[in-house]
């Protein structure tokens, strides 16, 4: 049953003033840093992460992924360490934004909304290559099976022009991980507003203001491993 616009997704609003008062948006400077990822750029750019994307610990982190989308930290954990790997800040304790650049580490072949490293700029968002992404979502919401079929799509599509295409273990389970992600964030696993998606990839903004409310119960590993294998299972 597709998921209504209502209720269970409308927002309690002292939440959504918290996030929209003490976490405004604001677009990046020329100065500051961003990644090749549109959650971390998204609090940096509400101000959960250091808005310059500079010497970002771990605590920041793992902090600032709970604070603004209910992220359980033991989940945060794994990814941090990884981040922590690409540091070239001189302090192996911190990471720029930037840092997250390097193919092979969290970025990969196949984005959903960026170039392959091979083609220059693995960094940005790619309108060309988001717009085949979100040419999968019909409706108001997006069901497992079309994020799915999305996803395929954008490794085939990738396979096809880049002559080092890598796709490793660990990379697919990014790459699920990445789809099951914004099903759970931006709706319940089964189904997500694909407004807020489109937002949250657009713009790099969290849609605290359009309704957008963190999970009332932390997001825990168990959830993301379920809504991936289910993503995994679309033909």
């Given at each position: 049953m597709r998921l209504s616009l209502p209720a269970a997704l409308c927002l309690a609003s002292t939440v959504a003033s918290f996030a929209v008062d003490d976490h405004p948006w604001r677009a990046p400077s020329s100065s500051d840093h961003r990644s090749p990822c549109p959650l971390l750029?998204?609090?940096?750019?509400?101000?959960?992460l250091p808005r310059s994307g500079r010497n970002i610990t771990s605590e920041e982190l793992?902090?600032?992924?709970?604070?603004?989308?209910?992220?359980d930290p033991s989940v945060a954990e794994g990814p941090t360490a990884l981040a922590l790997t690409t540091s070239k800040t001189g302090n192996p304790d911190t990471f720029d934004l930037d840092n997250l650049d390097q193919h092979g580490v969290i970025e990969h072949d196949a984005s959903l909304s960026r170039?392959?490293?091979v083609f220059g700029d693995n960094s940005s968002l790619n309108l060309t290559i988001w717009n085949e992404t979100k040419s999968f979502f019909d409706g108001e919401t997006i069901s497992v099976s079309e994020a799915g079929k999305a996803?395929?799509?954008?490794?085939?599509?990738?396979?096809?022009?880049?002559?080092?295409?890598?796709?490793?273990?660990g990379d697919q389970q990014s790459s699920l991980f990445e789809t099951a992600f914004y099903?759970?964030?931006?709706?319940?696993g089964t189904e997500a507003r694909t407004s807020w998606v489109n937002i949250f990839f657009e713009q790099e903004r969290l849609p605290y203001a359009e309704g957008y409310t963190p999970a009332?119960?932390?997001i825990m590993i168990e959830t993301l491993?379920?809504?991936?294998?289910k993503v995994a299972a679309v033909p």
């Open positions: 750029n998204s609090l940096a750019n509400h101000g959960f793992i902090g600032a992924l709970s604070a603004s989308i209910n992220l170039a392959d490293t996803r395929i799509a954008r490794i085939r599509s990738s396979a096809a022009i880049n002559p080092q295409f890598s796709l490793l273990e099903l759970i964030v931006f709706g319940n009332a119960t932390p491993l379920d809504v991936a294998g």
